[in-house]
């Protein structure tokens, strides 16, 4: 049958070809002034688009039912948005305040651990695209959650309260965020599930109303991963376009206590012979460095040394951490790649127990690296690079079940 013979016909194409017009429009904002020219660079946006474009729908509409919630990995190795951290993993799922759902599965042995209860979005400018934008609204942290001597546990959100592993909604309730965060690349990850506990019935097939609905969402979320990034930091972050190369003052707010960690970020520039030296005193809690793109997606964590927790790191005799940043292998135990880009940023987060470290840095001459450390600041040889990048490949892959 040909097109005008179904009654939903003119609406789904129209729905259709506004969508492509939508991700047309999208890939023209790779080419941005915050962007460098260089073909890495450019090849990096249009990948950050592509990569997306992979989970638009599975955001839009295969998750999107409320009453037949669905826990999805919004990040990963082959996919990053949002200022991804690489020694975090990503959970949402779809819900609402009238429902009640539980979750369910193996605690798993990673150090940081938090189940968001996401609010309303607000109004106005500075609200960052789907999925994130919206106010925590309640949480429960890897110190709270209750998990039996099977190393198992069960959490209920919504519904009257319970004992034990509970979260309240509210009538703007909208999703719930899994975030968990590793050092070593032995622990495993938390196995979990979500499940309305009511449910009697099939999920229904999308309607025609539902699938308009995911075509404007889905064009809503292209645009604002090329709308926000890599302007949204600059613009409402604190990060200094006009001074790169250091870290600004930490901001903590409420939001960020209910996220369970503190944050800030450094956007970086290198010629290609220079280095940059991150410089910190070896402090209590679990942090993490990790370097990114332009549009704030990690770099290549699953290959390449640019990401850093306590336990993967060298700390000098001065009780000093330093990391090299760099275009090339110095030797370095703490080196963090640059993939060749010669623009970036550093996040450095901070959870659980003591307060965040003071980050100093300064750009050296590449040539000039040797000299600029301590005399007995940790090395590597070509060799031992490899077997650290092993320890990384498997740990990453063993975070993700399907790599």
């Not at 020694?87 to 539980?102: M, N």
């Not at 019935?201 to 969402?217: H, I, V, Y």
């Not at 100093?360 to 005399?375: C, H, N, Y």
């Amino acid at each position: 049958m040909g097109f005008g013979e179904g009654p939903d016909d003119a609406a789904l194409r129209h729905a259709w070809t506004g969508f492509c017009a939508r991700l047309d429009a999208a890939g023209e904002l790779i080419f941005k002034d915050h962007n460098p020219g260089s073909g890495v660079h450019r090849v990096d946006a249009l990948r950050f688009l592509t990569q997306n474009l992979g989970q638009a729908f599975d955001l839009a509409l295969e998750t999107r039912d409320t009453r037949y919630p669905a826990l999805h990995t919004f990040c990963g190795p082959n996919r990053k948005l949002g200022g991804d951290c690489a020694d975090f993993t990503y959970q949402q799922a779809w819900i609402d305040g009238s429902s009640t759902y539980r979750i369910v599965g193996e605690r798993g042995g990673a150090r940081f651990v938090n189940i968001t209860v996401q609010g309303a979005r607000p109004d106005g400018p500075g609200v960052l695209h789907e999925p994130f934008g919206d106010v925590p609204e309640a949480n429960l942290s890897a110190d709270r959650l209750q998990v039996t001597d099977e190393g198992t546990l069960e959490v209920f959100l919504g519904g009257p309260e319970r004992h034990g592993n509970w979260l309240p909604t509210t009538s703007g309730s909208r999703k719930v965020f899994i975030r968990q965060g590793f050092d070593s690349w032995d622990e495993q990850p938390a196995r979990l599930r979500i499940e309305r506990v009511d449910m009697e019935s099939p999920r229904p097939l999308p309607s025609t109303a539902q699938m308009l609905e995911s075509l404007s969402w889905a064009g809503d979320f292209v645009m604002g991963l090329l709308q926000d990034w890599p302007d949204f930091p600059f613009t409402y972050g604190g990060v200094d376009a006009e001074h790169p190369n250091r870290f600004p003052v930490m901001d903590t707010t409420d939001a960020d206590v209910k996220r369970g960690r503190a944050a800030t970020n450094m956007h970086w520039q290198l010629a290609g012979d220079e280095a940059l030296i991150v410089e910190f005193d070896m402090h209590d809690g679990l942090w993490m460095l990790t370097n990114m793109g332009v549009f704030f997606n990690s770099m290549d964590y699953l290959y390449r040394p640019v990401s850093y927790t306590p336990s993967r790191t060298a700390v000098d005799s001065d009780g000093k951490v330093r990391l090299v940043l760099a275009h090339d292998d110095p030797g370095c135990h703490n080196w963090i790649d640059t993939q060749g880009f010669e623009r970036g940023n550093l996040t450095y987060r901070h959870m659980l127990d003591g307060r965040p470290a003071t980050l100093a840095t300064r750009v050296v001459k590449r040539a000039d690296l040797a000299a600029e450390l301590p005399g007995d600041t940790a090395t590597v040889t070509p060799q031992q690079r490899i077997t650290q990048m092993w320890s990384r490949f498997d740990g990453i892959r063993r975070r993700y079940a399907s790599l």
